[in-house]
């Protein structure tokens, strides 16, 4: 494995990521070090103007802010974002939040030939999660089939994210989800943050996937790997 001397960097567009991640990477790698980069503009500006070059380069200077620490991996936890921080893996150990997360979708949809449901809190998530589910079935061994996709848009749960009311983010991303989840062989929670919707779907059977547990492990297992 990896050493510990190298580590963990995170970019969050949220101070709320911080103690989720956190408190996963306690259970999981209590003893490797850390470090977090907020930039909440990275998220108003790619809701405001899109994926552009000016958000590219601003991207890739905190990328190098935490690429100077030397991490062992450096995750960026917006799934918004998330295409353009994976564009620049070539140059950096990074790795997009999400991408676990589909490939899990993928293989659970792949296997029940069924319907991969996103529930989105932000209509800017959508398009890059879609796109990835794409490219992660165009490289299975099943591909998933187009028309297998079902967005779930849950964007009137976002004012209470806003107002840090996270209980109230989670029901109601439920109640979207809950009337159109039979529908579905799994559902992605697209959004790092919507991961708090989880206690309010357990009467849910569909699998639901949200992304930072599947990061972590994946993290996990590319530092064993390494």
Known sequence: MTTPSAPIALLHTSPVHVATFDHLLDSALPDWPRVHLVDESLLADARRHGLDEALARRLDARLDQLASGSPAVIVCTCSTIGPLAESAAHRYPVIRVDRPMAEAAIAIASRAAGTVGVAAALESTIAPTLDLLADVAGHGATPLLTGRVEAIPCFHSWPAFERGDMDAYGQAIAGAIRPVADR??????????????????????????????????AVVSRLRDG
């Open 184 to 217: 579905c062989a799994v559902i992605v929670l697209a959004q790092a943050s919507m991961a708090v919707a989880r206690p309010f779907l357990r009467d849910v059977t569909v699998p639901i996937l949200d992304s930072p547990t599947l990061l972590v492990e």
